[in-house]
Each structure stands twice: as structure tokens, then as C-alpha cells.
């Protein structure tokens, strides 16, 4: 039995919550999100908020039941609150800086990199070593954050990359003579 499941998820002042059969629609000041559920859950809208429950007793449906209850409790906090995640910039002329809507990344290639964000995120480069990525989507966030750092990964010798803020680069130590 899904521990997380069983808790009904709690409804924020300020979001808008459509239910019609399996599609839920949240709607908040940081955006909309829409969720279609999986035949093996039932969702149901109560007076303590949004409750999941398995419509059967297969493994897959007591799978999904967790699952889906912890999707919408994240729609719920990304419409209310949203989500960011902080990148930083390690290395010697390193750089960001925003071009209108783009991100303009300067990191030791022969040319700049361009990042154009998908619609529903807001990149800010608050200073030329960081960038905030932020948006309603827990998933599209992560995601862009990802493909960033994708661009000059941290390597181990030096440290130099794009990296998560926190995040711990286990260094290496360099060949002897």
C-alpha cells in the first residue's frame, strides 16, 4: 500500500483546480499545467483536496498510485510557487549573459553558445558565473538545467564546467613527472 498515495494532495489559495474524468487542470499565478491520468487511478476532487486512489489491486496500479499523487502534488507547488534551479560558471572566462530571451553562453569554444528556452521557462543570468532557471513544469526545469550543463559538464582535473549550485566535483589528481 502506497504510503504517499493515501494523502490527499491540498489545495493552495489562488489555484483553480478543473477535474473532467482522468484530465486535471491547474491553473495559478506561475502558469497552467495539465495532467491526463493513467487508466489504473481514479481521481477525485474532496474537501481536503485532490485524493488518488488505485482502481485495482495490480501491481501496476498500486505503482502508479504514488506515482501520480506525487505528479500532482508537484503541479501543485509549480503553479503556486514554481520551481528553479541554480547553475554556476567555473572557469577562466567563463560567462553568461542574456541576449533578449536567449542565454548567451561563453564557454571556451571558438564560438558562443545560444540557448533558446522553451516556452513556459525564464532564464536570468543574475551575474556572469550564474543562471537561474526557473518555470511551473518540476520535469521542463530540470530539463533545461540539464541541457545547459550539457554544453561544458565539470571535469575532474580543474573543476572548470557548468555546474548544479552545491553541486560536488570529485576532483582528480594530475599526472606526475
Do not use: C
Not at 38 to 48: C, F, I, P, Q, R
Not at 156 to 176: A, C, H
Amino acid at each position: 500500500m502506497s504510503r504517499i498515495g493515501k494523502l490527499p494532495v491540498a489545495i493552495p489559495s489562488g489555484v483553480d483546480v478543473r477535474l473532467e474524468g482522468r484530465d486535471l487542470t491547474l491553473k495559478g499565478p506561475k502558469g497552467e499545467l495539465n495532467l491526463t491520468a493513467v487508466e489504473d487511478v481514479t481521481l477525485s476532487k474532496g474537501e481536503d483536496g485532490i485524493e488518488v486512489k488505485p482502481s485495482s489491486e495490480s501491481k501496476r496500479a498500486r505503482a502508479m498510485w504514488g506515482m501520480t499523487r506525487a505528479l500532482i502534488a508537484n503541479m501543485m507547488t509549480g503553479v503556486s510557487e514554481g520551481f528553479n534551479k541554480t547553475l554556476e560558471l567555473e572557469g577562466v572566462g567563463y560567462r553568461a549573459q542574456m541576449q533578449g530571451s536567449n542565454l548567451k553562453l561563453s564557454l571556451g569554444f571558438s564560438h558562443d553558445v545560444v540557448y533558446e528556452p522553451p516556452q513556459g521557462i525564464q532564464i536570468q543570468a543574475t551575474k556572469p558565473t550564474e543562471i537561474i532557471v526557473s518555470g511551473a513544469d518540476k520535469q521542463q526545469v530540470g530539463q533545461v538545467a540539464a541541457e545547459i550543463r550539457r554544453y561544458r559538464p565539470p571535469e575532474p582535473y580543474k573543476g572548470k564546467g557548468v555546474r548544479y549550485q552545491g553541486e560536488y566535483i570529485r576532483r582528480k589528481e594530475g599526472k606526475k613527472k
